[in-house]
């Protein structure tokens, strides 16, 4: 399998860490943001959104980050990532959509102005951040992991753009049971760190 690669993407992160996490071997493609090369017609026919990550397993090409991290513990992460009945779907989903709506126009959107200057309204995406890192206190107050009480790739898509959060701005000390999580994450067997 060969995962379409950019090293300090957080949702290229995500699938790195699922993979490490479940033990699943990714041959790591480069792809060079800042020349462009996500923007050339080869790349454009794996992912006509000219984004990153992109995973290639034989025939089946699966991109965004949430998808793929589906695609691969149903096929070969197993049940304990992602579960077969529809209740614990849904559950681990909700986490899923939670990553792609507001972690990402919060605090991903923070570090893409700070850490690489993409020109984003900053104190909208400050604002988002603080709400959404609220509503994972809250949640992580009454429960250990997001979905299933262990952990899921619900954990492994929130999780990179909240480690990553300082790169954006926005401090975690006032967020006492995301930092907890977030050391309970790092103590996963198998656990890979961002570079």
């Given at each position: 399998?060969?995962?379409?690669?950019?090293?300090?993407?957080?949702?290229?992160?995500?699938?790195?860490?699922?993979?490490?996490?479940?033990?699943?071997?990714?041959?790591?493609?480069?792809?060079?943001?800042?020349?462009?090369?996500?923007?050339?017609?080869?790349?454009?026919?794996?992912?006509?959104?000219?984004?990153?990550?992109?995973?290639?397993?034989?025939?089946?090409?699966?991109?965004?980050?949430?998808?793929?991290?589906?695609?691969?513990?149903?096929?070969?992460?197993?049940?304990?990532?992602?579960?077969?009945?529809?209740?614990?779907?849904?559950?681990?989903?909700?986490?899923?959509?939670?990553?792609?709506?507001?972690?990402?126009?919060?605090?991903?959107?923070?570090?893409?102005v700070d850490k690489f200057g993409v020109v984003?309204?900053?104190?909208?995406?400050?604002?988002?951040?603080?709400?959404?890192?609220?509503?994972?206190?809250?949640h992580l107050a009454e429960h250990l992991w997001l979905a299933m009480?262990?952990?899921?790739?619900?954990?492994?898509?929130?999780?990179?753009?909240?480690?990553?959060?300082?790169?954006?701005?926005?401090?975690?000390?006032?967020?006492?049971?995301?930092?907890?999580?977030?050391?309970?994450?790092?103590?996963?067997?198998?656990?890979?760190?961002?570079?």
């Amino acid at each position: 399998m060969k995962l379409y690669d950019a090293t300090l993407s957080g949702n290229c992160y995500k699938v790195r860490l699922f993979a490490a996490l479940a033990g699943i071997e990714l041959e790591l493609a480069p792809v060079d943001l800042p020349s462009g090369a996500h923007k050339q017609p080869e790349f454009l026919a794996l992912n006509p959104l000219g984004q990153v990550p992109v995973l290639a397993d034989g025939e089946t090409v699966v991109r965004d980050a949430q998808a793929i991290l589906v695609y691969l513990a149903g096929l070969y992460g197993g049940l304990a990532w992602w579960p077969s009945h529809p209740q614990g779907q849904a559950d681990v989903m909700q986490w899923l959509s939670f990553a792609s709506n507001e972690v990402q126009h919060g605090l991903c959107a923070a570090r893409l102005v700070d850490k690489f200057g993409v020109v984003l309204d900053k104190p909208a995406a400050l604002a988002k951040a603080a709400s959404a890192l609220e509503v994972l206190d809250r949640h992580l107050a009454e429960h250990l992991w997001l979905a299933m009480g262990r952990p899921t790739i619900a954990d492994c898509a929130v999780y990179p753009y909240v480690v990553l959060a300082p790169e954006g701005g926005v401090a975690l000390e006032g967020y006492r049971h995301v930092l907890e999580w977030v050391e309970r994450v790092k103590a996963l067997p198998g656990y890979l760190a961002q570079p």
